[in-house]
Structure formats: C-alpha cells, structure tokens
C-alpha cells in the first residue's frame, strides 16, 4: 500500500470519506514527516502543529458524526506565505514583513478552511514573489527534494517541493510570470495556473494587478481539479475576480481525448528558445501519446516567446515597483539584493511605456484567441531544461529557463505537469495552455498524459533518503560551498 | 547608449530611492535591457488602440 505521506488527495479522500483514514492520524503523520525531512529541504516558514491537530481533530468529528464536507475535508493543505492568514504571520519571507500578522485569511485560504481542508503549514517563497532564491533573508530558500544541490525555481518554491516531498497533499501557489509552473516544473508535480480572475486574489501579498494568479499545486492533475472545485468562486471584494458559472473541474477526468485538437508551438522551443534535447523528446513522446488517445496534433504559430516576454516583464516590474516604491525608499536595507534589484528596476519604466505594453498585451491576446478558434489546447515544455543549481542568478547570466510568461500576458489557463525524467532521474515537463475559463479542459488532457506517461509513480524517495543522513544545510554551510 | 548615463541618472533622481554607487552600477547593467524591452514591447499602432486595463465604473 502507498505510505499515508504520498497518497493523492483522491485516494486519501475517498478513504476518509469512507471511514478507513482518520484525518488525525493523517496530519500526524505529515507533521511528523515535516519536523523529520524540511531541515534538509526548507520548504515550511512556519509548521502550524497547533492549529493543524484542531482542525484535524474537528474534521475527524464532523466525519464520524457524518458531516462529510467534500474532497478536501481532513488534507493538509500548504500555503505559499503570501496567503494572508488570520493572527498568524504573512511575510512573504521577508525581513520587511517578518511581524506582519493580518487580521483576515486571504478569500482563497477563507474556501479551503470552508471545505474542511486542514492548514499544516506557511511555505517557502521567493521574496515578495520576486527575489530568486536567495541566502540574504530570515530563512533559506527551499531546496530540490530529487536533488537538494538543485534549485527547485520559484516563487512558489516551497509549495513545490512540500508537495513533490509528501510534506503536504497540495498548496496554493501564486503566479506572476510563472511562479507556479516554474516550481512545479522542476520538482515533478502538476501545477495550474488558473484563468486571470477565476481565483480570488483578494488577501494574497501583490506583485502584479494585472498578472497575479492564484492556483493550486498538487501531485497529479487531478487533485489541482479537486481543489479548484473548491477555490473557483466569485469574489465581489476582488476587481479581477470573474463571475462565471461554477464550473465542474472534475468532469473530464479519466475521459478519452478522442476529437480533442492539440496545437504544439514548435517556434517557442525550437527556434525562440534553444531547449535541452531529453525535454524535447518527453514532448515528442507526449505526442505520439495524445494522438494514440484520439487527439489530433498540428504546430500552430504565435508571436515569438520573446513578445510575452516584454510585455510580461515591463507590466509586471511597473506594477511591482508601484506597490513597492514606499518601502524601496523608506527600509531598502530590509529586502534582499535580489529582490531589491528587480524591484528598483521597475523605475526604468515610464508611464508610456507601461501603456504600451498594455496596448500590446491586448494584440497578443487577441492574436492567441484567434489561434484558439482552430485548437483546444497548445502545449509546449514548461522548462527548458532540468532543474539547475542552486544559487545560479539566472537573471544575471540572461538564462530563462521557462516558457511561462506568454499565458500570463493573455490571461490563459496553463497547467504544467510531469512529463517524463532526464537521464539523471531528473523531472522533465509540458505545459498545457487552454481558452480562457475552459481550465478543466486543460486538467483533462493533464490528467490523461500522466497516465499515458506514467510519471506519478516515481517520487524523489532515494533522494530524500539521502538528504535525511546529511547533516542539516545552513546558510553558512551553503556560502562555504 | 547615446543617452544612456545621463537618462539613466534623470530616472534615478525620480525615484527618490537612497541608492548606493554600488547598487546604481548593478541597476546600471539591467538599465540597456529593459530599453531594450521598451523598444520592443512598442509596435506601431492606432491611436485608438486600447490598453488591457480600462477603468470600471462600478466594479462591484
């Protein structure tokens, strides 16, 4: 039987639901295994034992007594510590807002907590969603589970290697210009980005109004599914936040893909972006999957990657700069050099030029829905490459290692996903971008090509193993490296 | 860059950010790619054309 730490939220639901697994035991075990394995992995800001073990024993209660509340009644659940979280610090790791402790929970974190979903812990994020992994701030950044020499990218790092880790079933992440896809890439797990607007954004620590994403990180496909049922929900407290039907995520999973049409955009890894060959090969594999599952597959064209990227970037580092600005000048000594790099780099830009980059944000969207018209979904690699060192400034050496940032700019939903291993037993990945609201589309064709692949039976376990004998990673052990 | 030191150091000045000589010379070396994005990120287009973000009246 599968250990407790790395069963799915399905497969622990439906044994909750039926009585066989007690959310005690459940978070028990998760917390154990957090205070065992994340002194080697620095995924968790802040476990939440207290807190957990009540929800948890409330669940338990609520389940015997035959209030079963849905799917995530009685999960540990992650959040990135961007989430605003009622009496209990937010800080967006960083030595700016380490006292910071809100007065309400983020309207996301609100619906989780409805649902029965148990809260285990505040994760490990990128500073302010924007700093790189860096070993200037309070904490250390989280560390690769398949690899703790390896980066597991950002921001939502933490959420990323705490579910890829069995430290938690799923985690809410945010995404800017790739903040979840990126992680989700390079530690092995499925991460959404759902349509801008579908998830509130309300109580989660800004970057970007016009970029911001809210969505959920999980192991497979099909959980980020169970999650959405939960978090899609209109906000009228959010100005982004679209009121549309409520959708049932659920309802292509374990559905053929007979008809489905697959667009692949070869010019982004092709030509735009040199990209690694064994990540090429996953996608080509995943092909030939697709069209063995009833698919028809074609490339289709977009604007070079290069056009998201500019107007992504010059968007989010404006916005970013503005809600920054007051701190940049007041306490500039509390940020990171990193994140206060990117941040002060914001006032390179003029109002002209954000204007125009909004200007063309809508060309390119347009241009994206025009191509949608003859495709249900394009795919693409999310990374380029494997997950990379820790500590490598990709900014400053120019090395983009994601095609993320393009379905940001059009507000697209875009799910990446596992699909396959380097030779070095490192996960590769594809991303799966639909029209907009059509996201369960998106975790359907997910859903199907991790189990045509079948890359959600190997976890970092040997990996994990080995960090567990190394002696615990401190920065000063880091920088003597 | 033509301009480049002197547009550089007006923006700066904007800003009002407390700025060490080291940390201008870092934002320095971005400051030629984000022109760079500028100039790319700025197609031709009407003067009509309409940024994604518009104002809403009654956003509730």
């Not at chain 1, 933490?158 to 069995?166: C, D, E, I, Q, T």
């Not at chain 1, 907009?436 to 998106?442: L, N, R, W």
């Amino acid at each position: 039987m599968t250990e407790l730490h790395f069963l799915t939220i399905a497969q622990a639901s439906a044994l909750i639901r039926a009585k066989k697994l007690s959310p005690v035991e459940l978070i028990e075990a998760f917390l154990a295994r957090v205070k065992r394995l994340d002194v080697r992995l620095n995924s968790h800001l802040l476990l939440l034992e207290e807190p957990a073990l009540a929800d948890a024993a409330r669940a338990e209660a609520e389940i015997v007594a035959g209030g079963w509340r849905g799917p995530l009644h009685g999960i540990p659940i992650g959040l990135k510590d961007v989430f605003n979280t009622a009496g209990i610090r937010t800080t967006g790791h960083s030595a700016l807002f380490k006292d910071h402790i809100p007065a309400e929970d983020a309207f996301t974190v609100s619906l989780l907590r409805n649902a029965g979903a148990v809260i285990t812990g505040k994760l490990a994020t990128w500073e302010f969603a924007i700093g790189g992994s860096s070993f200037d701030l309070p904490w250390p950044p989280a560390r690769n589970p398949w690899d703790v020499s390896l980066d597991p990218s950002g921001s939502s790092s933490g959420s990323a290697v705490a579910v890829a880790a069995g430290l938690c079933m799923g985690a809410m992440g945010s995404d800017t210009g790739g903040s979840i896809r990126g992680p989700a890439a390079w530690c092995g797990i499925a991460g959404l980005k759902p349509t801008y607007g579908l998830l509130s954004r309300r109580g989660i620590l800004p970057l970007s109004f016009a970029l911001d994403h809210a969505g959920p990180m999980c192991w497979t496909s099909e959980d980020c599914g169970l999650m959405m049922q939960v978090l899609a929900c209109h906000d009228p407290c959010d100005s982004a936040s679209a009121s549309v039907a409520a959708a049932d995520f659920a309802a292509g999973i374990g559905f053929g893909l007979s008809g489905l049409r697959v667009g692949v955009v070869r010019h982004f890894f092709e030509t735009d972006l040199l990209t690694d060959p064994e990540t090429i090969a996953a996608l080509e594999t995943s092909v030939l999957a697709l069209r063995d599952m009833g698919a028809t597959v074609d490339p289709v064209r977009l604007s070079p990657f290069g056009a998201y990227t500019d107007v992504g970037s010059l968007i989010a580092r404006s916005e970013a700069y503005a809600i920054h600005q007051h701190w940049l000048r007041a306490t500039p000594e509390l940020y990171g050099a990193v994140a206060r790099h990117r941040l002060m780099a914001g006032a390179f830009v003029s109002a002209a030029d954000y204007i125009n980059a909004l200007r063309e944000r809508t060309r390119l969207t347009a241009e994206l829905a025009e191509v949608m018209e003859t495709v249900d979904v394009v795919i693409f690699p999310t990374a380029r490459c494997p997950a990379r060192p820790i500590g490598e400034d990709s900014m400053a050496s120019g090395f983009q290692p994601f095609f993320n940032r393009a379905f940001n700019v059009t507000g697209s939903p875009a799910l990446s996903i596992c699909n396959g291993f380097s030779q070095t037993g490192l996960p590769l990945s594809l991303q799966i971008a639909g029209r907009p609201f059509e996201d369960a589309i998106v975790l359907q064709v997910g859903h199907a090509l991790e189990r045509a692949m079948g890359t959600r039976t190997r976890r970092p376990a040997s990996a994990l193993a080995t960090a567990a004998k190394r002696l615990p990673w401190g920065i000063a052990s880091l920088r003597s490296q | 860059m033509a301009d480049g030191l002197d547009a550089f150091g007006m923006m700066l000045d904007q800003t009002g950010l407390p700025l060490t000589e080291a940390q201008k010379s870092v934002l320095f070396t971005a400051y030629p790619m984000f022109r760079a994005m500028v100039a790319r990120a700025t197609a031709p287009m009407s003067r009509e054309a309409e940024p994604s973000v518009i104002f809403v009246p009654d956003p509730r």
